[in-house]
């Protein structure tokens, strides 16, 4: 009985491993994850733009390469942390060539963590034997770390984010398609139409309690540090905000000069906009839902990112 069910054991534990090394390399190439993508498919970017979802739907790569002659790649992600930040930009450099420019979104909000949660991990999963990596992990999701050396489970921890994403990289592959949709990284924010009209300037200035994490700005400036070792030079950016909500949260107000103390130390610009740039109305606000513009609004924006770019970095 005992052989049999030692048996048994050894079994699942050989499929198991199959079944992560499979993984891996499934995972490995999948396009739409850009870790992965960046690791198999070169990119040659001169700008490169990291950040969150206010990067990755709201800075558009063909509008940047149309007027500036330079090629750029988006290797924002949405839901992406500074620590997340950190290690796709780790990964870009591990195989490709250094840009010249880092276009990084960051705002005071950047640095409050929503719910405690300072890293993406199954975003990272398929690089784990990377050190680098690993460490990082190991610092931020330190449960995660007990469980992953178990095989497969590195993947089925977070079963709900991680079975999707194997599954459609297993499509990917059966398909043979190399290329996500999209292969400047650049994903277009939805479509949305909202009734504005009833609204009230309550509903846009609403009173937050916002808390600057430590471990936030340590990856913060480790993207800095990366950057100085690679010489890159790097442009901090904030996407248009209303600003009688940030003259409502005065934390936001003070953070707001932590950063530019951040960006002053380095020598690095740091370029802010409000909403007044498109309208004074606050029911227009609504236009930038989440902090995300709305499509009509990203051909603008960028229209003015870009100027400040001219004016201020690429004459240099």
């Given amino acids: 009985m005992w052989k049999k069910f030692l048996f048994t054991i050894l079994v699942c534990l050989l499929f198991l491993s199959a079944a992560e090394f499979a993984t891996d ?18 990119q040659n970017a001169d700008i490169l733009v990291l950040g969150a979802c206010e990067a990755a739907m709201m800075v558009d790569p063909s509008l940047l390469d149309s007027s500036t002659g330079l090629k750029t ?74 469980f992953s050396s178990i095989p497969f489970l590195k993947y089925s921890y977070y079963n709900i984010f991680s079975m999707y994403k194997i599954f459609g990289s297993i499509g990917y592959s059966l398909l043979n398609k190399k290329h996500p949709e999209d292969r400047d990284g650049f994903i277009p924010p939805p479509l949305f ?29 480790k993207i800095i540090s990366l950057c100085k070792n690679r010489g890159i030079s790097i442009v901090f950016y904030k996407l248009p905000y209303y600003h009688n909500y940030y003259n409502a949260n005065l934390e936001l107000k003070k953070y707001e000069e932590r950063i530019r103390h951040i960006a002053t130390e380095n020598n690095y610009p740091y370029f802010t906009y409000d909403t007044s740039r498109f309208t004074n109305d606050s029911k227009n606000y609504y236009k930038l839902e989440n902090n995300l513009l709305n499509r009509n609004t990203i051909p603008e924006f960028n229209k003015m990112l870009i100027r400040d770019l001219k004016d201020s970095v690429f004459i240099q």
């Fill in 73 to 146: 790649y988006n290797l924002g992600d949405p839901g992406a942390r500074f620590a997340d930040n950190y290690l796709d930009l780790y990964q870009y450099l591990k195989f490709q060539k250094a840009p010249k420019y880092l276009l990084l979104q960051v705002s005071p909000e950047s640095f409050y963590p929503i719910e405690d949660k300072l890293l993406t991990t199954y975003k990272h999963q398929a690089f784990l034997s990377d050190t680098v990596v690993f460490n990082v992990i190991k610092e931020l999701d330190p449960e995660y770390v007990k």
């Fill in 25 to 42: 390399y499934y995972m490995k190439r999948y396009p739409r994850l850009k870790s992965s993508y960046i690791s198999q498919v070169k």
């Fill in 193 to 221: 139409n909202l009734d504005t009209s009833a609204l009230s300037e309550s509903n846009v200035i609403t009173l937050n309690s916002y808390t600057w994490n430590n471990t936030e700005e340590k990856y913060f400036r």
